[in-house]
């Protein structure tokens, strides 16, 4: 993937991408969605067990995902894009699953 | 503000392109979805008018639920009582009885029979078959469905394809606030409406989509949510959830073997629920699986100054047998923070807050978020077809911008007029005593719609613009004329119910009809004075 950065990287123009992008803002998108509501889910208010909680995280999924895949044409390359939801989700997924014991520490 | 030129030409790109992707269906989502506002109405408008059964109190209420609970094994599933009746419930008890096992319940049963129970006037227990109109219910389908049949799994189809509608409308909305952000100030509440009809068009579009910007986000999201909750249930459980009960646990109290005897009296029923939620009239109750592990009662509650749960009312739940309430964080300002604000996503979304003047709100943002999507279609059209250069030949407009045209005039006025002539179809297809009701109002929609989808390939769009818009006048004239008509000639057999409510979507309909014919006018004026290269043009249709 590196070295196609590098060829994408010279044009100083935002590209549009499209297929790229959109499976960015799309699988990407719900994947740091729904890490973001896991989040809130744990470690927000009230914690894992509140009641009725869960309603209101799965309403949550949808606002985060719309926002996170409209902003994603904003990447300057399709690629980057795709980078990005890549290390941010890797990232984020390990952190979370790791704070919730299921990955060891 | 300052966007630079590179974003702005990204996000006209991606506006365009989702927006010509979901507008047709969305046009019919929301066109329906307006009517859906006024459900109840246009229920009552289109009950064919049966002798009313009652029940003179709680108790003789009791002995007739006993009565028809042991004679009637599929009430014993799901069997309502009304405690309000009107043109469209005959009686205080109905229950349907189903020929196949629907196991999933979702979607209308049309094959179902419907059946009611009370006193006649003789005061002596009455139960038999009615015919039901369930005219408001598929109004409800194609709103939620956009008339698209058939399932996956156990879901509609219509929904799931409304689902990704929804998200690419989303996707439009956020574009669309993006490229108007720099010129938001200036262009403003600015209607140009002079030579350039792009602008004014423009200008509009610009103008609704601002305005109601918050009332069209809400219902993106919402309609995404409703779509796939089953989806996003499923993957908060594998992946966030992971051992912890998304639900808490259901409660391990074996089950109670109750006797349908043993049901809790109406009178307790109601009073139990009052005390409850003090400021809520009860309206309905609605006895499920009586002999089920789980039997509930859920109670219709009412008032207009609550923001609630359901499209018109909000709802608890009652044991049948020991008429307990069971569900008390289902009440209005009783539930917890969580509950309460996922209420809010449900309220925002059917307009079930602040009684009938938010709903005529809510028709109109319906009907105007119909427009959005018909003009954005025409902008697109407008933005592509080729002009006629000076001294030069007329040229031919490509095949993407005539059939785009059509189909955005066939799709949209197609709907309208079908929607319109459905309705009727109520008083209609009584008089010409049809005998399935709800069989001849699909027929008469997708007849009507698929007839002008056709036309609008065939004729053009200019001509069919004119033709369809005297379709939509006079399907829905018909509307007002049937009531006139069954008023002026009882012996018609069709009926004219004359409460206010079923008054008004005469009023409402003739208004429409009115509206329409004028348009259908100015459209076949523009068919001779338009540009010749216009694709409104004779010339060029």
Redesign the interface.
């Known amino acids: 993937m590196g070295c196609k950065m590098s060829t994408t990287d010279s044009v100083k123009?935002?590209q549009?991408h499209w297929w790229r992008k959109t499976l960015a803002g799309g699988a990407g998108g719900f994947a740091l969605a729904?890490l973001i509501?896991?989040l809130f889910?744990?470690y927000g208010p009230?914690g894992?067990?509140?009641?009725?909680?869960?309603?209101?995280?799965?309403?949550m999924?949808?606002?985060l995902w719309?926002?996170i895949?409209?902003?994603t044409?904003?990447f300057r390359t399709g690629w980057r894009a795709l980078l990005f939801m890549l290390v941010v989700n890797t990232v984020g997924w390990s952190v979370f699953l790791m704070l919730?014991g299921?990955l060891p520490a | 503000m300052k966007i630079?030129s590179?974003?702005l030409?990204?996000?006209k790109?991606?506006h365009t392109w989702v927006g010509i992707t979901s507008g047709l269906l969305l046009f019919i989502g929301f066109y329906a979805g307006a009517l859906t506002m006024f459900k109840q109405p246009l229920d009552r408008w289109a009950a064919a008018p049966l002798v009313q059964l009652s029940a003179a109190d709680s108790q003789q209420l009791d002995s007739l639920i006993n009565e028809v609970l042991q004679q009637h094994p599929s009430a014993r599933q799901d069997i309502t009582v009304y405690l309000k009746q009107d043109e469209s419930i005959s009686a205080p008890l109905r229950w349907e009885v189903h020929d196949k096992q629907d196991e999933h319940g979702h979607g209308i049963d049309l094959d179902a029979q419907a059946w009611h129970a009370g006193f006649n006037a003789l005061g002596e227990p009455v139960s038999e078959p009615v015919k039901q109109s369930l005219l408001g219910d598929l109004i409800d389908q194609l709103h939620r469905t956009a008339g698209i049949p058939g399932h996956v799994g156990d879901e509609q189809l219509g929904i799931l394809i409304l689902g990704v509608a929804g998200?690419l409308y989303?996707?439009a909305l956020?574009?669309g606030l993006i490229i108007l952000l720099p010129t938001l100030v200036k262009d403003f509440f600015l209607l140009r409406a002079g030579k350039n009809k792009k602008r004014f068009w423009l200008d509009a579009h610009n103008v609704i989509g601002i305005t109601s910007l918050p009332f069209h986000l809400i219902i993106?999201?919402t309609v995404?949510?409703f779509a796939?909750?089953d989806v996003?249930?499923g993957?908060?459980a594998k992946?966030?959830?992971?051992e912890?009960p998304?639900?808490?646990s259901r409660g391990g109290a074996p089950a109670v073997q109750y006797d349908l005897t043993e049901l809790a009296p109406v009178a307790d029923v109601i009073h139990q629920v009052k005390q409850a939620a003090p400021a809520f009239e009860v309206t309905q109750l609605r006895y499920m699986g009586l002999e089920g592990p789980r039997p509930l009662i859920r109670a219709s509650i009412y008032n207009p100054d609550y923001l609630v749960h359901g499209p018109v009312t909000a709802y608890t739940g009652v044991h049948p047998y020991t008429g307990e309430v069971v569900m008390k964080?289902m009440i209005p300002g009783e539930?917890?923070d969580?509950?309460g604000?996922?209420m809010h996503?449900f309220a925002l979304h059917f307009g079930s807050f602040g009684g009938d003047p938010v709903r005529w709100m809510y028709f109109l943002l319906g009907l105007s978020g119909a427009f959005l999507f018909y003009s954005g279609n025409l902008l697109w059209v407008e933005s592509r077809r080729k002009k006629q250069k000076r001294d030069q030949p007329l040229p031919q407009q490509t095949r993407s911008v005539r059939w785009m045209a059509a189909a955005t005039v066939g799709v949209c006025l197609g709907c309208i007029a079908a929607v319109s002539a459905a309705i009727a179809g109520a008083k209609l297809g009584h008089w010409l005593s049809a005998a399935d009701i709800n069989g001849f109002y699909l027929q008469v929609y997708y007849g009507i719609f698929f007839g002008a989808v056709v036309w609008a390939f065939w004729r053009g769009a200019a001509r069919a613009a004119v033709h369809l818009l005297r379709l939509c006048a006079l399907t829905t004239l018909l509307i007002p004329l049937s009531t006139l008509a069954g008023w002026l000639w009882p012996p018609s057999a069709i009926w004219a119910h004359m409460s206010v409510p079923t008054l008004m979507v005469d009023v409402t309909a003739l208004v429409a009809g009115a509206v329409f014919w004028w348009a259908a006018e100015r459209a076949k004026r523009r068919m001779v004075t338009a540009t010749r290269d216009s694709i409104w043009s004779l010339q060029t249709a």
């Open positions: 123009k935002l549009p729904l509501v896991g889910a744990w009230g894992i067990r509140a009641a009725d909680k869960v309603q209101f995280n799965m309403w999924i949808t606002p719309m926002l895949f409209s902003l044409y904003l919730r299921d | 630079s590179d974003i030409r990204v996000y790109s991606l998200l989303a996707l956020i574009s993106a999201f995404v949510v796939f909750h996003f249930y993957t908060l992946t966030v959830y992971a912890v998304m639900f808490g964080n539930g917890s969580w509950s604000i996922v996503f």
